[in-house]
């Protein structure tokens, strides 16, 4: 049984209940593909999150879709909004969407059917935006209150997994992990089993997860700067990036790693390097410094923090650099990849939402309606 049947009658009368006429030709039983980001694709519909509504903490919506919820079809045809609320995150399993929203000054999880009907507030939540956790992973989910750990499982049940103050919640097929929050300083990482109550100790020292996927974890040693490769399955770990670097990059189709770091002193001084996996000679593929990387068919995206935050590609060769993109581009985990898609927001265009086909280069806004006039 999923959460949202569970907790169907949960919402107040007076709340908003979603559409009032359903969305047609949803797809629930077609595969999702890139859950979790700003954008994913089930069957034929992208759905996507509408821009971000940069005036939240002002106590405002400065265009009545900014951040809302939409659908269209792959070619960007037949756009509809599926939930008119400030989204933050969402995910899809089958014909449920759960959702991170920020309302009236907080953040919320919140669920909605695919035609964006039957949607339900579940549970207030600490503010996504201030250094409140959310994450989302087969039927899981996770969130802070108080700033302390808590979980719902697919049947709805609620738990509170630790008694003190967390943050970095990271999510992968079988496991959580999070780092300790002391006082206000980073403390150990931990991990947990999706199905169970109890977390153990992974690092002994302060340290927090960059990236999670399979049984591997990469978390970051605040004491040295090393990047380690952990092994969930034996709590083994590697180092396999020694200190001097600020950006990261892990992707399993790639033979290495990618790291990126940008210093200033008298001359800034920058650069991307691809670090081999099995050891050896780092190999510089960019001279700039980029931030939100990520990968596709031999190819990096970032968004260049020394060329004004502009989205820029590299082979993994170095023999090819180019900007796609002169928009001022968020340089907080807002690449998105969808199939031959990456999905990105323009800070420098009232934060909305573009997309570049990565096949031809081609860019485009791919937002509900023109938002780019406040009021």
């Keep these: 049984m999923s959460l949202a049947v569970l907790l169907c009658g949960c919402a107040d009368k ?3 209940k979603g559409l009032e006429k359903p969305l047609a030709n949803a797809q629930p039983n077609e595969a999702v593909v890139s859950n979790g980001g700003l954008a994913c694709r089930q069957g034929d519909w992208i759905y996507y999150i509408n821009g971000d509504n940069f005036t939240r903490h002002e106590g405002e919506r400065f265009h009545e879709y900014a951040g809302a919820l939409c659908r269209m079809k792959v070619s960007g045809e037949e756009k509809d909004v599926v939930v008119n609320k400030d989204v933050s ?10 959702l991170c929203v920020f309302e009236k000054g907080s953040s919320y999880i919140a669920t909605v059917k695919l035609d ?3 949607y339900v507030t579940v549970e207030k939540i600490d503010d996504i935006y201030s250094g409140g956790c959310y994450a989302f992973e087969n039927g899981y989910i996770y969130y802070t209150k108080d700033y302390k750990l808590h979980q719902i499982t697919p049947e709805g049940e609620k738990k509170q997994i630790t008694e003190f103050e967390i943050y970095n919640a990271r999510v992968c097929d079988e496991y959580l992990y999070f780092t300790r929050e002391i006082s206000g300083e980073i ?3 931990y991990k947990m089993k999706h199905q169970d109550s109890s977390f153990v100790e992974v690092t002994k020292e302060p340290a927090y997860v960059l990236d999670c996927f399979g049984d591997v974890a990469y978390y970051y040693m605040m004491g040295t700067g090393n990047v380690y490769e952990y092994s969930a399955k034996d709590g083994k770990a590697k180092i396999v990036v020694y200190a001097g670097y600020t950006d990261y990059l892990f992707d399993e189709s790639i033979d290495g790693y990618v790291v990126s770091y940008t210093l200033e002193s008298e001359e800034e001084i920058s650069g991307t390097f691809l670090i081999p996996s099995g050891g050896g000679q780092k190999k510089q593929i960019s001279q700039h410094s980029g931030r939100c990387m990520t990968y596709y068919n031999g190819y990096v995206y970032y968004v260049n923090v020394t060329k ?5 590609r590299c082979t993994l060769d170095g023999t090819v650099e180019e900007c796609i993109s002169e928009e001022f581009v968020y340089d907080y985990d807002t690449l998105d990849v969808v199939d031959n898609y990456l999905y990105f927001l323009s800070d420098s265009d009232y934060d909305r939402i573009y997309r570049v086909n990565m096949d031809t280069s081609e860019v485009e806004c791919v937002e509900f309606e023109d938002i780019s006039l406040v009021g």
């Design 116 to 118: 964006g009907t039957d």
């Design 14 to 16: 007076n709340e908003y």
């Design 187 to 189: 403390g150990s990482v």
């Design 89 to 98: 995150l969402f995910n899809i399993v089958g014909d449920t969407i759960y």
């Design 308 to 312: 004004l935050n502009n989205l820029y």
